[in-house]
Nanobody, 117 residues
Framework: QALLTESGGGWVQPGGSLRLACSAS????????MGWYRQAPGKQRELVAR????????SYADSVKGRFTISRDIASNTLYLQMNNLEPEDTAVYYC??????????WGQGTQVTVSS
């Protein structure tokens, strides 16, 4: 069983919205410091949003600030990423993992987000 399972990706036109979800197994608690990462074709994986361990404080990459919102539901052990006003540059495979340091054994399959007209 995968430790982290991402879902919610898809195709959307510029300006559209998507909500990604990351379901964590019982071996991982989303109350930990968690983040959303993305990897676009030909580029390195980057951290775009994180939420602190046990605290509600969040931080974002400049490229998504004001458009993306990270949140978590401890009861269901799920991490979310609300993405609004999407741009073609947001096209990537999105992953969740611990943050700021991801654990190599936690990487899931990711979920593809494609923004195009």
């Amino acid at each position: 069983q995968a430790l982290l399972t991402e879902s919610g990706g898809g195709w959307v036109q510029p300006g559209g919205s998507l909500r990604l979800a990351c379901s964590a197994s019982k071996r991982v608690s989303v109350i930990s410091g968690m983040g959303w990462y993305r990897q676009a074709p030909g580029k390195q994986r980057e951290l775009v949003a994180r939420i602190l361990s046990g605290r509600p404080e969040t931080s974002y990459a400049d490229s998504v600030k004001g458009r993306f919102t990270i949140s978590r539901d401890i009861a269901s052990n799920t991490l979310y990423l609300q993405m609004n006003n999407l741009e073609p540059e947001d096209t990537a495979v999105y992953y969740c993992n611990t943050a700021p340091t991801p654990r190599s054994t936690y990487w899931g399959q990711g979920t593809q987000v494609t923004v195009s007209s």
